[in-house]
């Protein structure tokens, strides 16, 4: 009798994750076109040229290499280069306005008035996708960059709100100012 809790725990356990596994292969036959579309497009702008060079740069994680991420500067990083720059564990403010791959918009930083105008506070290691915790850290304060964040590193393979599963998430983002920063 003082096993069976214990076992009812591991067929709980080993339950959730057998459904959650289904949901995922349900979700990915219920969004197929939407996937292979997301892939496609960002798979074809990690192509993209423009004057003969690479539009974006890849940037990898240095956790994982196959969490990856397409970046495009607008600013002159030249002009930027000797700002700070954010660490993965660093409080950062943003300016941003996301939208799918197909430009529907999703949400706005300059929807916003807290903590300032237009202003969005986070933590690139909590609570936020993980591609942002690999795209801003590459980028100095001032920097104004179009950030192209695949599923895998965005809300994967289930919907956030109108993001629906496998969407490859389009960010205009620009890095204001980093509060708290220590040197």
Known sequence: MKKFPFILFI????????TSCFKDEDNLDKYADWYEANISWYEAQAARTEGGSKY???????????AEVLIH????????????????????????????YDGTAIDSSYLSTTPGDSLFRCRLNSGVIEGWGIAIPKMHIGDSCRVLIPYNVGYGTTSSGSIKPYSTLQFDIKL????YYER
């Open 176 to 179: 204001v100012g980093i509060p």
């Open 11 to 18: 067929v709980a356990v080993l339950g959730s994750l057998f």
């Open 73 to 100: 500067w607008f600013n002159d990083t030249n002009l930027t280069k000797n700002n700070l720059k954010p660490l993965f564990t660093s409080m950062v403010d943003v300016k941003y306005h996301l939208s799918l």
């Open 56 to 66: 974006y740069t890849a940037i990898t994680a240095p956790w994982d290499p196959a």
